[in-house]
C-alpha cells in the first residue's frame, strides 16, 4: 500500500483515501459499522442537522395549513430562518478558522490564506464574492424550493409520510437522504463540468481553488436551480415536512462545511467534529478528479478517483491533458 503523500499540502489524512465499506470486497462487517457509528453518531453534521431540522419544523415553521396558497408572509418566515441559519453556520466557522485563527493550520488542508483580491472575484475579493453568491441566490433558491415543496405537501401534489403510518420508513429517510445526494451530486457535478455548463456557470464556484466556509454556497443561480433541484425526489418519495427541511439543510449546510478548508474541529487536542474532505478539496485544486463523494464510488467505477497519492496524481495529470485536448 502506497503511503508516500501529496507535495503542497499542509495537511493530507492517510493515504490511499477509501471509498464506503459498502463498496469493497470483500465486506468487513465490522468496517461498515463503524462507517455508520462515525458518520452519524457521537458529533456528527448529519445528527446536528436532524437537531436544526427538528427545531425549524417546531419553532420556527409556519403551519402547513398555511402553504396551501401561497403568500409573502409565511415565505417571508421560511426565507428569514434561512438566511439567518446560513449566515450564522458560515460566519461562525469562517471566524473561528480564519480571523480568530483558533486552530491555527492544525488539520488545514491548503498552506495558502484565502484571497483578499483577484480580479476573478465579482467583487474583488474571495469571501466578499462569497458571501453574496450564497445569500443573494443560494438562500432565494433554498427557499424557493423550499416553498414549493410544502405548498406540494399541504395540497396533496406531494406524497406525505407521517410517524404514525410507517415509522420504521420515518427514521430511515433520515438516513438515506444522504445517500441520495451522493448518487444527485455526483451526476449533476459531471453535467456542470461539461464545457457549455462549466463556462457559464460552474466556473463561478471554482474560482474558489483554496476553499473556505462561504465558498461552498457560492454558485451561479443556474447552479444552485440544479443543485437544490434534489429535493423534487420528494414529488415520487414520500416524506414529512421535517424530512424536507432536513433534506434542503443537509445541502445547504454540509455545503458550507465541507469547503471549511479544514478535515475537522480540534478540541483539547482531539478532532471532535469531521468537516472538511481531502476527497473534494482536490477535486478544487486540480478540477477533473473526484466529482462525487466517498459514499457511492461513482468517481472509481468511471475513472475519476483521485486517492491522494503521488502516483494517481500523475495518472489525474494525464486524465486531465486527455480532457482539455492537450
Known sequence: MTTSKL???NHTPDVPLQVSPFFRWPLRPLEMLSWIWNSWFLISERLLIVGIALASYYWVQP?????????IGWVAEMYIRNLILLSVVASVLHSYFYIWKKQDDVLKYDPRPLMLNGRQFTFSGQVRDNMFWSLASGVTIWTAYEALMFWALANGYAPMLTWAAHPVWFVAMF???????????YWIHRLLHVPFFYKRFHALHHRNINVGPWSGMAMHPVEHLIYFGTVLIHFVVAAHPIHILYHLQYYALTAITTHTGFEGLVIKDKDRLKLGTFHHQMHHRYFECNYGSLEIPW???????HDGTPEMNEVMKER???????
Open 7 to 9: 507535495k503542497g499540502w
Open 320 to 326: 486531465k491533458k486527455r480532457i482539455m485536448g492537450s
Open 299 to 305: 468517481d472509481k467505477l468511471f475513472g475519476s478517483f
Open 63 to 71: 403551519p402547513l395549513e398555511e402553504s396551501r396558497t401561497f403568500a
Open 175 to 185: 438516513l438515506l437522504i444522504p445517500l441520495w445526494e451522493s448518487f444527485y451530486f
